[in-house]
């Protein structure tokens, strides 16, 4: 079974600085997909970015970039030039055999002035 | 509009009391999944559909029950429902294109309270 896990329950970052929250994940299968999700305090669910297992680049998309290390099983998200409207609860996700994802339990970030 | 809509956004109910949580979806996907969010334990799977011929249990599914009643609704029942049951309920699509890297849409959400 495929299992995500991010160790940072919380994290704070000064605005206009780079953040990295961490994300490693388990799995068996050689194909997979990784996501990342931004969750503000209303609630719902933005997707972010993408990475395929197999993909030789690390992803990125405007201010969002994944650091991707196949062999760690790591798949660090980095905010660069933080902005207030960064702070929101962060998902790591993993797409299993199903298509389903299989998320971790998330990382609080906080972007002070 | 919100291409994915559920339906209601909040509800409190009683111990025991049967309830729907209802999902439809203007995208055109295939694929429809529902999931709970508990503070600190992030998003789980509860059910999954890959077309309305096709339910699939998730991590969580019991104590809840789905209906795929046409390709762009999916419906979530509680049968009888119990307090721990409370949590915000998500609903989300993807696209069929029959690789990984398709991305969940999310609803907004649905908060339930089981006093």
């Known amino acids: 079974a495929q299992k995500i896990t991010q160790t940072q329950p919380g994290m704070f970052v000064q605005e206009k600085e780079a953040v990295t929250l961490d994300c490693t994940y388990d799995t068996s299968d050689p194909s997979y997909g990784l996501f990342w999700y931004k969750q503000p305090s209303s609630g719902e669910m933005i997707f972010l970015i993408y990475?395929?297992?197999?993909?030789?680049q690390n992803a990125t998309e405007g201010r969002y970039s994944l650091n991707f290390q196949k062999a760690r099983k790591s798949a660090n998200l980095v905010i660069s030039a933080s902005q207030l409207g960064d702070s929101a609860m962060y998902f790591c996700?993993?797409?299993?055999?199903?298509?389903?994802?299989?998320f971790g339990k998330g990382t609080s970030l906080l972007v002070t002035p | 509009d919100a291409d994915v809509t559920q339906t209601p956004r909040n509800r409190i109910t009683k111990t025991g009391k049967r309830i729907m949580l209802e999902c439809s979806q203007t995208k055109g996907h295939d694929r429809m999944y529902w999931y709970r969010q508990d503070p600190g334990l992030g998003l789980r799977l509860i059910y999954y559909s890959f077309d309305v011929k096709d339910i699939n249990k998730g991590e969580i599914s019991d104590g809840y029950s789905v209906s795929r009643q046409a390709q762009a609704k999916f419906s979530l029942s509680l049968e009888s429902a119990i307090p721990n049951q409370t949590a915000l309920y998500f609903c989300a699509t993807s696209d069929s294109s029959g690789t990984r890297n398709s991305p969940l849409h999310f609803g907004n959400g649905t908060r339930l309270t089981v006093t």
């Open positions: 990475q395929g297992s197999y993909d030789q």
């Open positions: 996700a993993i797409s299993n055999s199903g298509y389903a994802l299989n």
